[in-house]
């Protein structure tokens, strides 16, 4: 048995001996998450220039949160329970084909997208003081990794977790991951990066720090990740927003300096397929260096931001990527592409309105661009690529259904790059939270 699993089990022993204690049951929380999800793809430059990918589907996402038992130490549990239903279509991924699969289900060996799927999760957690220690289920959302939920389900990772403030400003972060469960899979599947062979995988990604909250306005984080054989990451940030005569101004700072470790420093271990992407020709070894500005104006319901990111080094910027779905902590990831290749500059410029301030409370729309160029690209010239990003959304405010909400997502890619596909991609998503707790 693996030692988180035997610890998990211990921990739910001590929880099933003290579930009735107060504050356990008393501070209990549960809802039950409802989203329907159409998703489509038109890929425009492959082999017949008309390649579809679509699907539709039901996700149910059940999240239970405990209260503490009382006392110096305090015990709780999480669960989180998902399962996703296929209404229609899916293709198939087998040759010859008709239409490709989709992004929402897993497919079968054959190749056609299964009928339903399901996976869950609990988390055992124990409180001292302003200290919580997680051990189970995780869904981080940290600068050096951020779990998706892009898709009908979101992912999960699996592993521990501390969270401390016993400092007033001060949270401090650290934990270890050992697998995850991506966004349209069931299985427990190794950790690795972008670039990387299939089963070269990593059961070990390292990672601490924390947010300091010099004032009311300014922000400081300092984060470090570590994937076993594959990078060593170190993150400074810097948020700070700004009251202004007219308006407010939000500035959003970020930098990455990420390096090698173990396999993917050296030869042989890049041999084996511990290697990250890069430029034709790269040997596969970590080196970047990212940064990136960010600046929103805000007012009256409007919004304009304007940004630029500029990714440094031999290699494209490292963070943990399955091949399934991936989230990494950059201005730039946005509904297709990341814009984070070696070498590659990016400017982005975002409208948002929320038009509450129209006397229409629940609708907000906005509408970004981004343009890349300086990919390392050996013979093949000045690779660049942009995107265009469309977002409606509207929540109902009030009546029987309050909090309903219905959001279309629609974007656009283009690049010069061979290995990325020029593609429109739209969303249609309709979501529910209903509290059961």
Do not use: C
């Not at 699969?101 to 988390?123: H, M, R, W």
């Amino acid at each position: 048995m693996k030692r988180s699993t035997l610890a998990l089990a211990v921990a739910f022993g001590i929880l099933a001996q003290q579930a009735g204690a107060a504050g356990f049951i008393e501070d209990s929380k549960a809802r039950l998450d409802l989203r329907n999800f159409y998703y489509d793809l038109n890929n425009k430059n492959t082999a017949n220039n008309n390649s579809e990918a679509n699907e539709w589907g039901q996700g149910f996402i059940f999240n239970y949160q405990s209260g503490f038992t009382e006392g110096t130490l305090g015990f709780g549990v999480d669960v989180i329970a998902l399962y996703g239903l296929r209404l229609d279509g899916g293709g198939d991924s087998s040759t010859p084909r008709d239409r490709a699969p989709g992004q929402l289900f897993p497919t079968e060996t054959d190749g056609i997208a299964v009928n339903d799927y399901s996976k869950a999760g609990a988390t055992a957690k124990l409180r001292v003081s302003r200290t919580e220690v997680r051990l189970g289920t995780l869904l981080p959302k940290l600068p050096v990794v951020n779990f998706n939920d892009g898709r009908l389900l979101p992912q999960t990772f699996e592993g521990g977790q501390i969270i401390s403030n016993e400092i007033d400003d001060l949270t401090l972060t650290g934990g270890q991951l050992e697998h995850t469960k991506t966004r349209s899979s069931t299985d427990d599947v190794g950790l690795r990066i972008g670039g990387s062979a299939a089963d070269a995988d990593s059961n070990k990604f390292y990672f601490a720090g924390g947010d300091y909250r010099i004032s009311q306005d300014l922000t400081a984080q300092y984060y470090y990740g570590n994937l076993d054989d594959y990078y060593k990451q170190h993150f400074l940030g810097l948020v700070h927003n700004l009251a202004l005569p007219a308006g407010s101004l939000k500035s959003d700072l970020r930098y990455f300096d990420s390096g090698s470790d173990g396999k993917n420093g050296s030869t042989a271990g890049r041999a084996q397929g511990y290697r990250s992407a890069g430029e034709p020709g790269f040997d596969g070894e970590v080196d970047n260096r990212t940064w990136s500005a960010l600046f929103t104006y805000s007012l009256s319901g409007h919004s304009l931001s304007a940004g630029y990111q500029q990714v440094s080094g031999d290699s494209a910027f490292p963070f943990l990527n399955q091949g399934d779905g991936s989230t990494a902590y950059l201005i730039t990831d946005r509904q297709i592409g990341k814009f984070l290749s070696a070498g590659e500059r990016t400017w982005l410029a975002e409208y948002a309105y929320d038009f509450a301030n129209a006397g229409v409370p629940g609708l907000k729309a906005s509408v970004t661009y981004l343009s890349g160029d300086n990919i390392k690209g050996g013979a093949q010239g000045d690779r660049k690529e942009w995107e265009r990003d469309f977002r409606l959304d509207y929540t109902l405010q009030d009546g029987a259904l309050k909090g309903l909400g219905f959001s279309w997502r629609n974007a656009s890619l283009r690049s010069n790059v061979a290995t990325t596909t020029d593609a429109d991609e739209n969303r249609l998503i309709v979501s529910y939270s209903l509290p059961l707790l």
